[in-house]
């Protein structure tokens, strides 16, 4: 009894991410996707259906809603009501996750590979991977940070050096240049 | 004990189903003045770059825009359905080739003498097993990567400062010292016609207007629909080019 007790304590923790797991787990996660693909492709599934399935994979390492956070700037955040801040996340990750399955038809069995992290600081790590295509290579690099109980999560992703979150950041605070929050809340769900 | 089992199961199966809210939840963001030293240092770069265009880039951004979607598109898609793939991209690695030149001397300029060994090394497989440069056999054989490089990367290498942003004419984004990059690259573009310059391919500027028509043709051919699938992702298309464009520089040039 106990020691099933102790297994279920075990199961429960594996979903805390630790910085010696993190090369591993990515490697691994990684090579998940790359065979979702691979069959999506081959048996012709549908981006829903293949990105319901990425995302469960990779859902409990993403931090969406600092993300959501970061993108705005914590200035912005500051001045935000709850059901703001709320509703803002929200729209934000659905924005995300719907820009990622758009990208789904562009896999034609390129090889992604691991190459290796890089720890920038000491709550801060970088995984560099590779998508490898004919003729060039393109650098992503997801990065992560040490939140509470050494638990690592991911808070930007950049793109050939490109980080997601700060072309957010520059659109967003054009945006409020022009226009309300409440405005740009709007704007966000016609997009989508 | 039994209840105590069904209570953990409950909540295992909560924590399964609702990793991503129960985390996020669960977990302080306390960091938080750390994330933004991280953005803000990258977000005053940006402010501190005027954009003293801003009217013109805008206008310019959009009317880009506009040919890029309603002529640059349609037509190399009807050049796509016309010609088989295994030809444009024997054109495409043809006029890559010819631009060897330009990539050799920046590559050299910036002292990269493992990349110009490489460079040289493609060219001369491409140019000669490679069929004049159709077949980028470096590549597909031989596994050598191109390496390219830019005047303005190499400006960039030298400590010149990007300067205000500028939207070029069909061109798109860029930025003063690209802009002055683009013209010396074009001096070393034995494609393009200058008088007087011992090293023309052409006869007339003609001539070399219709090839570089020819080969933004037949590059988007090969690429079509990633213009549109980008600018899906903006809320904003002026300032979302603007910030790419700056952030892939600054990757590029620290290369």
Do not use: C
Not at chain 1, 34 to 45: A, D, R, T, Y
Not at chain 2, 198 to 214: D, H, M, P, Q, W
């Amino acid at each position: 009894m106990r020691y099933l007790i102790i297994s279920l304590f075990i199961v429960a923790n594996l979903f805390a991410l630790q910085e010696n797991q993190i090369k591993s787990y990515m490697d691994e996660n990684i090579n998940l996707v790359v065979n979702i693909l691979q069959k999506g492709k081959e048996n012709n599934i549908s981006k829903e259906v293949l990105s319901q399935k990425i995302f469960k994979i990779f859902d409990p390492v993403f931090n969406y809603k600092l993300m959501a956070r970061l993108s705005l700037g914590g200035k912005v955040w500051r001045t935000l009501t709850q059901k703001q801040k709320d509703e803002f996340t929200k729209k934000f990750t659905k924005r995300l996750k719907a820009s990622y399955r758009s990208k789904l038809d562009m896999y034609n069995g390129q090889k992604i590979t691991v190459e290796g992290i890089q720890k920038v600081k000491k709550n801060r790590i970088h995984l560099l991977s590779e998508i490898k295509g004919k003729k060039q290579k393109y650098n992503i690099v997801y990065k992560f940070y040490k939140a509470k109980n050494n638990q690592w999560f991911i808070y930007d992703v950049s793109v050939l050096g490109v980080s997601i979150i700060q072309t957010y950041r520059s659109q967003f605070s054009d945006e409020l240049k022009k226009m309300s929050f409440d405005e740009l809340l709007k704007k966000l769900d016609k997009q989508v | 004990m039994r209840i105590f089992i069904l209570i953990f199961f409950t909540i295992a199966n909560l924590y399964a189903t609702l990793p991503n809210t129960q985390i996020v939840k669960n977990q302080q963001i306390q960091t938080l003045d750390d994330f933004e030293g991280e953005f803000e240092i990258s977000d005053k770069n940006h402010a501190k770059e005027i954009d003293p265009l801003y009217g013109y880039n805008k206008i310019m951004t959009n009317i880009n825009d506009k040919f890029y979607i309603h002529i640059l598109n349609p037509v190399a898609k009807t050049y796509k359905a016309v010609l088989p793939k295994p030809i444009r991209t024997g054109i495409d690695n043809f006029l890559d080739n010819l631009m060897f030149p330009m990539r050799l001397l920046n590559n050299l300029l910036q002292f990269k003498f493992k990349n110009s060994y490489l460079e040289t090394q493609r060219f001369l497989l491409n140019s000669t097993i490679g069929i004049a440069g159709f077949i980028d056999v470096a590549n597909d054989n031989f596994h050598i990567k191109q390496h390219s490089e830019d005047f303005g990367q190499t400006l960039g290498y030298y400590g010149v400062g990007s300067g205000f942003y500028v939207v070029l004419p069909l061109l798109g984004p860029s930025n003063l010292r690209d802009s002055v990059g683009i013209v010396a690259d074009s001096i070393m573009n034995p494609m393009t016609y200058m008088e007087n310059r011992g090293y023309n391919l052409f006869n007339n500027s003609t001539e070399a207007l219709g090839v570089s028509v020819e080969k933004t043709i037949n590059y988007n051919s090969l690429h079509v629909g990633e213009y549109e699938k980008l600018k899906k992702d903006a809320i904003d298309l002026y300032p979302f080019l603007k910030n790419i464009y700056e952030q892939r520089r600054k990757k590029e040039i620290s290369e």
